[in-house]
C-alpha cells in the first residue's frame, strides 16, 4: 500500500498549522534577496520547532505543544483562488507537475507482497521489473523474495496530497487556514526603522479591516503584529540596529519584536566553506511553475481499447507530449543549480531557528492562549441563554431532532453565510484554535457543539466543516477515550460534494478519512471511499485516488489481488490522459503481474497493448516492442479488426535494426532442405528422371527402399561391401528424415529451403524482400587440413549486415522473393534458394523480410489518412529457424530426461564440385501388357564441369529392364527384314523357306555370365538388382551426353508398378580423402500399368518312347497351354505365338510335336491353344553354359539368345532364384556331394539323389506376337514369357501362383521339433526308374495253328537317378483292378518271373521277356511291377515304381 | 437474464466466458476477473470446517452501476459468474438461483464427456446454446 513517510497524526498536523503573514519593508527584503530568497522563504526551513511549547488553557492547565510547526507566508492580498470549489488550471497544473516530478526512483529496492497465488512486485523499480517477459519477471522476484519486503511507497502520492493541503484556499466556514499573527519586517538600515514599523502596521490593518481585500484572512480581529528587525551584518551598523532595537522595546515590548542579524558573510567571501541548503527541498517545486501544457489525449473509457484509426494522430500528439515534458525536466534541473542562502553562515542559520522560537513562544503561543481564554468566557456568558433559547424554539417549531434530518432535505440552505463575527462562527473559532496549539480534547468538545448548532441552522457549509474537524481531532485525541467517529467523515464528505458542491474541500476530507480509515486497517471502507471521490472532472486525482485505492485492495486481511489489478488499470488509464505517462505506464506494469500468464486473454491484450504505447511515448522501444510482440504471438482471441489494428501499431512503433519479428509464426520443424536444381520434368519428349523434388511427400517406406538399393549399388560398386562410411544420400530433408549429420550441398548447385509460414491472424499479412540469412565459414577441401585447426582460423561470412539492405553477395547467391502475401489464418509455404560459390560450412540462421499489413478493403472505418499511405507501415526484421532435433530416447538418461538431438538440417557443407548427372528417357511406355518387350532409349547427360564414371543402376524391379549385353552388342547377321519394319526389339532371322514351321530348331550356346551384366561374381553377393551401364568409354566428360538402347519388359502380374530406379555415378579422380566424394545419386520412379496378356503353362512328362540314341535316356514330352487373358480393353485383337524356345543347362526343345493347322498360332480373346513339344538333353557338357533352343512358329526366327530375350530370362532367373533359392542352392549342393563323395551319404542324401531325378530344370520361353488396334492403325506388340519347368509332372505357370495365405498359421506355444529326417517319399521313390516296353503293337498269329501265340517283348529299365539302384521285376504279380480281371483277357509271362538286377547311375538296360497268349484280343502288357532301392540303403525296402502308361497289344487271330 | 456468463477454472483462468454486447467484452473480462476477488473472499469467510456444508450459491457479489455480478463456487472450486443489467428487476434471486443450477448441470454433462479434458477451454456446442438460453438475446 502507499505507505507515507509521515504517521497520519503528523499528516494532520502539519496540514493544520498556524499560519503567519509577513509584511515587509522594501530595504528587508532586499536584505533578503540576496539570499535569493524572501523573507518567508528564508524562514521555512526553520518553521518547525524543535522544543516543546507550555501553554494554558481555560481551565488554567498546562497543555504541552509539541512538534509544531507554523507556517509563514507572504501576504498576497490578490484574491489568485475562488472559492467555488474547484481547482483552478494553475493550480492544476501546479499539482500535475508535482506528481510528475515525483517518479518511482530507478533501482530503488523493490517491494514484493504475496498475495494468494501471486507475488506482486509493486515496486519502484516495476518499470524494468514487469516487462511483459514473465520469466525475467520470475527471476527478478525470486532474488527479490530472498530480500527484506518492504512495503510500496507512492512518494507522488504524497508530494501530490501535501502540494494539495498547501494550496487550500481560506474559506470563510472555517479559520485553519487564516492568519494569526503578522510579522512586520524592517531593516536596519532604513533611516527611521521605527516610522516604517508604523507604516506597516498600518499597512496590515487596512488589508485586515478595510474591506477592500477579501484575501488574506484573518482569524482574529486584532492580529497579533510581531515586529522584525531585520539587520545585515556585512553592511549595516550593528550598534545602530541594537540602538533601534531597544527603542523597539520600550515601543512594543520585549515581547513583541525581535532582532534578527543575518548575512554575516558576503556574497564574495568564496565557497570554502560548504553551507547546507534546506532550501532546496523547500522551493524546487514552486519553481516548477513554468507550464506544461497537459493535453487531455482522449476522453475514452479505460477499457476501450482504442482501435487505431486514429493512432498515426494520437501518437504524433503522445510524441509532442513526450518532449515536452523532458524539456520541462531539464528546466527543474536548471532551477535546482541556483543555489539559496549564499551570505548566511551556520550561524545566521541558528539566529533564524531562535527566531521563531521567540516569535512562538513568546509571541504567538500567549497571543492564542489569550484569545482562547477570551473565546471561552464569551462563550461561557453567552451559553446559557442562547443554548436554551435554541433548543425551545427548535422543539417548538422543528417537531424534530435536526440531524437526522436527511442531507437532500438541507439542499437549500447550503447558500447560508454567517457574518465573520456572528457568535455562532466564535465556537468555531475557539476550537480551531484549540485544534492549532494541539488541544484536541477540548477541540472535539467545541467542534461538537458547533456542529449542533449549525445543524440546528442548516449552514451545512459549516456543519460540514466541524463534523469533518471533530472527527480529525477524535481521531488525533488518541487513547481509547472516543471512538473515531467514522461517520462523521462520510456526511462531511457527502455534505461538501452534494450540498456544497466544493469538491477540493471533499476531497480534503476524502484524502484525511482515508488515511485514518487506513490507519485503523479498515481498506476496504478506505477503498470504497477513495472510489467514490473519483470524478470525470480531475483525472490527476482520479487517478491517484484510483492508485491508492488499489493499494488499500492489496493490503486487506484477504488481500484483493484482482482488484487491485483492475483498478491499477483505471488508474492508468486516468494517469495517461492526464499526461502523466510514466505513471499510467507504471499502473499498467504492476496490473500485468496479475493479468500474466492467466489465461485472460483480452485484458492481457489491453494490457499489452496499452504498455506498448506507452513504452513507446516514453522511449523505450524495447519495452514497447516485446509488449507487442506478445499481443502478436499469442493466439488472439480478438476480432480482426482489432488484430490489424494491433499490426499496425506494432509496426509503426518498430524502428529496432533488424529484430526478430513475431509474426508470421514459422513452423521452424516443418523446415525442409532441398539440395540441387529444380528439375525440369519433360523436354520435349524426353522425360526426364523425377528424383526428387519438394512437391513430393515424404513417405518412410519409399525412403527405406531408396536407402536399401543405394546400399546395394554401393556395395555392388565397392566389391560387395559397404564401405563402413557410407551414409545414405538424402537430397530433400524434413523431420523425419536422419538430420544427424551436415548434409552435402555441392558448389554452384543451389539450396532450397521450404519454410511453412502460418499467419495466426485474422488479417491479412504482406511479406517483402523476403530472403534467407546465414553464415558461411570458408574451407578449401582441395588441400587437406587437420579439422580442429580448421574452426580456430577459418573466417566466418554472414550476410546479416546485408540483409538490412539486400544485394548479390559473392560468395553465397540469396534469392529474394520480392512479394509473399498471406491471407487470414493461412498456412503457406515460401521456397527460398541459395546458390554457393564457394566450399566451406553453412549454416542457414532465419529469415529476413519486410513486415507489413494491408489495409483489408472490407473495413469501413479506415479513413482517408491511413489510406494516404497505400500499405501500412513496413518493418524489416528476422526471425530464426531454430529447428529442435528428435527427443533421444537411447540410453536410460535420456529416456528419463527431455533432452533433443541436434538437427543440422540447416547447417549444409559446402563440398567441392562432383558430376551431376542428368537422366532423360525417350519413348518410354506407361502401359505395358505383361511380359510385352519395348525399346526405349535413355540418354545420360552429365551437366557439371567434371567427369563421371562408374555409372551403374539399381531397381526394386531388375527384371524390368535391360541395357542389353555388351558382349553380345555385334548384331547377328543376317536380319529379317520385317523386324524393321515392325521395329520389332527382338532380333530376328528369317526362316530358311519351306522349312515346316516349328520342326526348325536352332540351338545356340550362351553363358549365363554374358548376361549378367554386373558380372558373375556380383549374383552371389547380393547385388542381383544392381546392373552397370555400359558407357562407352565408361566416363562422361563434362557436358556429354550419350544415348543409349533401353529394353523394358511389362511386368509379369498385372497392375500398377512403382518402379524405382537409382542411378548410381562417382567422380573420375575417385578415392580422394574426403568422405563425401564417393558417390551421387538420382533416383526415377516410374508407373507400369500393366494389362493381362497370356497365360502360359507348361507340364513335363517323361516319354516312354524308346531313346533315338544310345546312352541318352533323356527324352521328355512338354504340353504348353497358351491361353489368351487379355480382357481386350486394351484394343488387343489376337496374340499369335511366334516362337517357343527354351533355355536350360541340360536340356531343349527339340521339335514340336503337333504343328497347329494355321502356321501361326494365333488365340484371340479367351481362346487357348496347347502345344506340344519333345525336349531331349541337351549334348552341350559345359555345365555353365545354357542352352537356348528356338523354335519359330513362324515365318521368322528370332534369335532368343541375344539381347533383350537372353537378357530378360537370366534376369528373370535372378528374380526367381529369390524366391525359390532353397532348391537351386540344396540341388548344387546334393550334387556336388553325390559326385564327390559317392555313395554312402545319410539319409539326406538319398533324399536329393531322389529328387534329382525328379528334376527338369527346363525354362520355357514363349514369344509371343499381339496384334493391337490403335489408333484405326495396326501396331504389332512383341513379348516373351517364361516358365520355369522344374519338376516332372509338375505344371508350372507363367504367372507366379499366389503364395498361399499365411495368415491362419496355427500358434505354436512349443519350439518347433527340428523336422525328422526327411525321407524321400512314397512318391518321389516311385520315380527311381523309368520303364519301357518294346514290342510290336499288333500281331497276328493264327491260333488255329497254334493254340500259343509268344511274342517277345523287351522291357527297357533306366534308372533316373544318379545312384547305384536295385530293382526287382515281378512278373508273377496279377494286377487286382477291375478291368484285368476280364475272363478271356488274361495272358502269362513265360519263363522266369522274377528278376534281380543292379542299375548303375543312370544305367539303359533292355530285359527281354516274353508273353504267352491264348486268345486274340487286345491285353495290356503293362502289368509286371517294378521294385526299386538305391542299392545302398539296405535297410530300406523296395518300393513299387510307377508302371508306365498301358501297354496295348492287339492280337489278331488269321 | 444475464448479459455475461463465465466458467472460471479452479486456477483462476477461464474455461469459458460469453458476453452479449461483443463490443464490451474486454469490460466483462475485467468485470469477471474482478469478480474473483470477492468470490474468494466469500469462500475463506466460511470455515474450513464449514466448508463442506457450505452453499454453492453466493449471491449477489456486487453491484457495479450499470451490472449485478451473481457468483455461484462448486466443490471442485470451479466458479461460475453471471453479470446481469441492473435495470432489470424481474431478476430475482430464485431465477439466478435455477440459472447457476442449469449451468452446473450443463458444466457437469460437459466434464462428463471422455473427449474433454479438463482444464480446457470448454467448446461444447450444448454448452453453448444452453448458454445462450440464458443469455439476454441481442436486439
Redesign the interface.
Known sequence: MAQCVQSVQELIQDSFVPKVAVLCSEDAQKITRKNNLNFSELLRPFCRLTSEGHMRDSNNQVQVVKNLRISVNNVVTRPSVPTSGVHSPAQRRLLSEVVSASQPAEGGVANVITA??YDLNISDRSVKASVPWYSDWRDTLTELSTSKHYTATTPWFEAYRESFLQSMPASDHEFLNHYLACLLVVSSSEAVPVEQFLKLSQEQHMIQHNGEYTNPKWFIPNTLKYYVLLHDMSQGDEQRADSVYEDMKQRYGSQGCYLLKINSRTAAAGTDEQIPDPWSQYLNKSSLQNGVSVNSLDNT?P???ETAIDMPGSLDCLRAVATETKTTTVYTGVAAGTSHGACLTLNDHNRLRLFIQEFTFRGLLPHIEKNIRQLNDQLVSRKGLSRSLFSVTKKLFGGGKVPEKSIAELKNTSGLLYHPEAPELQIRKMADLCFLVQHYELAYSCYHTAKKDFLSDQAMLYAAGALEMAAVSAFLQGGAQRPYPAHYMDTAIQTYRDVCKNKVLAERCALFSAEVLKSQAKYSDAATLLIKMTSEDSDLCSALLLEQAAHC?INMR?P????F??HM?LAGHRFSKAGQKRHALRCYCQAMQV?KG???S??ED?INFTIGRQSFTLRQPENAVLAFRHILTNDSQQTATQQGAFLREYLYVYRVALPQLPLPCINSSATRVYFGHERRLAEGEKQAATHVSLDQEFDQDLAAVWQDLEEQVVAAANRGVVPSTFYPTQCCLNSQTDNLHFPLAVVEEPIIVEVAFRNPLKVPLVLSDLSLLWKFTLKDFSRPQPQDVMVGDAVTITNEKEAIAPRKHGIITTEVIPEFFMSPEETRVARLKLLPRQTGQLTILGLVYNLASTPSTGDSTINSNSFSQNQGPSVRGRQDLEIQGPRLNQTKEEKTSVSHGPDRRLDPTITPPMPLLEVFFLQFPTALLCGEIRKAYVEFCNVSHVPLCGLRVASTHPDFFTFGSSSLATPLTPLSPTSFENCSAYKTLATPPGATPGSVTAVTLVSAADFGSGGGGVFGTGGKRVAEIPLGEGTLTPGESTQLPLWLRGPDQEGVHEINFLFYYEGAEKGGKIRWGDHRVLRHTVFICASRSLSVRATACRSNTLPEEEGRNGSMLVFVDVENINTSEAGVREFHIAQVSSSSKQWRLHKCINPAENKDCKLTTRERGKLCFRATRSTSKSLEKYTFADLSLGNEQIISSTTPCADFFFRRCQSSESWRPLIAVETQGRHSRSQGAGPGGGAEDITGVVRKCNEVDLDIIVLWKAFVVEDNKQVILEGQLHVALQTIGKEACSLRQKEEAQEMVLLKFKPELPPPMTRPSMEQLSHLIKTNLHYPESYSHSFVQKSLCMIPVILTLSNCSLAQVDAIIDLRHKTTSPESLEVHGSFTWLGKTQYKLQLRAQEVMRLPLRAGFLHAGVYNLGTPRVFAKLADQGAMCETSQQTATPALIIINST | MAVCIAVI?K????LYIRSVPIQ????F??TV??????V??KI?AVGKAMADQRELYLGLLYPTEDYKVYGCVTNSKVKFVIVADSSNTSLRDNEIRSMFRKLHNSFTDVMCNPFYNPGDTIQSKAFDSMVSAMMVQAS
Open positions: 494468494g497465488d473509457h477499457l476501450q481499447l485492495f484477504n484483493m489481488v484482482r482488484k489489478a483492475f488499470i493479468y492467466k489465461g485472460w483480452l485484458a489491453h | 477454472a486456477e483462476n483462468y477461464p464490451n467484452e474486454l469490460k473480462h475485467y476477473h474482478t469478480s474473483l476477488d470477492v474468494e473472499e475463506s
